[in-house]
């Protein structure tokens, strides 16, 4: 009994994590219609300008603050000066560009922090919570790491639903020609909505990283399993992004705990596959018609 209980609740915070980096993807989805395979080492970065500020001998939380700064700020700069010489193009050549910044990016880390693991501090114990006699899976971290998702997608929510800069968002990536004849400045929400995305980016890569190690490729694995989190509640959907990562987290901590670890890559490739044939949006996919 004890052992299911500690496999669900490593499943519940592994699921937030692949939930917090699905929700950077459902952000530039939705507010720009690309998918950013660049997302990973973007994210990667910020943390370690992170562990920068904190091996200066700064506290944790300015080495966090300052990390989503930076995420923000890189976002901005590589929709300004990257891909906005080829939005409006075809879909594909921003998908390739975002492939390429993968590799860039990764091979500005490793010249610039080196290839060595570094460890990553945690704001909050890291070991499991006693109950009685018995200690459970579930660590402070880890509740951290549920709130800060759940507050991230309440927001993201709110973004898109209730403000008048989500609705000015949406009308750029869905038709950037009529939002201009409506008076909306489709480059600086394309903007925003890249720089959003990889603040929400920064924010999973250090929920990853609390108290584990980071080298230049710790977030390669994450980018697949946040993709398919996505995919499975749907690349529209913030609440689906964070369905979708708790039921693939869920899933692949059962697979690992009772079937084997070599196994859950072929699992997440099942689940994928499944989804993709049976429900092509995701489970919280939209109606294809809509009103901006």
């Known amino acids: 009994m004890q052992q299911l209980l ?19 993807l459902v952000l530039i989805w939705r507010s720009t219609r690309i998918v950013n395979f660049a997302q990973a080492p973007m994210a990667m970065l ?38 906005r010489h080829v939005e409006g193009g075809p879909e594909i050549n921003a998908v390739i560009l975002t492939l390429g910044l993968f590799i860039v990016l990764h091979a500005l880390a490793s010249v610039v922090f080196g290839n060595r693991y570094r460890s990553f501090p945690a704001p909050f114990g890291i070991r499991g919570i006693e109950v009685g006699e018995t200690t459970i899976g ?66 999973a890569a250090l ?3 609390g108290g584990s190690l980071v080298h230049p ?19 529209d959907s913030p609440l689906g992004a964070v369905v979708g990562g708790l039921l693939l987290g869920l899933s692949l901590s059962f697979v690992s705990g009772y ?3 070599e196994l859950v890559a072929l699992a997440a490739l099942g689940i994928l596959m499944a989804v993709l044939l049976l429900r092509p949006g995701g489970l919280f996919a939209q109606a294809q018609e809509r009103r901006v």
């Open 259 to 261: 079937l084997g670890s």
């Open 46 to 83: 910020t943390t370690f300008v992170a562990l920068t500020v904190i091996d200066a001998g700064y506290s944790y939380w300015i080495g966090f603050v300052v990390a989503l700064l930076a995420g923000l700020v890189l976002g901005a700069v590589i929709e300004r000066f990257v891909v």
């Open 207 to 209: 929920l990853i990283a």
């Open 138 to 203: 579930l660590t402070g971290f880890g509740i951290f790491t549920v709130v800060a998702v759940l507050v991230v997608m309440g927001l993201l929510v709110a973004l898109f639903r209730f403000t008048d800069v989500g609705l000015r968002m949406r009308a750029s990536a869905f038709n950037p020609e009529v939002a201009r004849l409506l008076g909306v400045k489709v480059g600086r929400m394309l903007t925003l909505g890249w720089a959003l995305a990889a603040l929400v980016g920064s924010l």
């Open 6 to 24: 500690n496999t669900a609740l490593g499943g519940l915070t592994l699921g937030m994590v692949y939930a917090a980096f699905a929700l950077a």
């Open 217 to 235: 490729g710790y977030m390669d694995s994450i980018v697949v399993y946040g993709f398919v989190a996505a995919v499975l509640g749907g690349l």
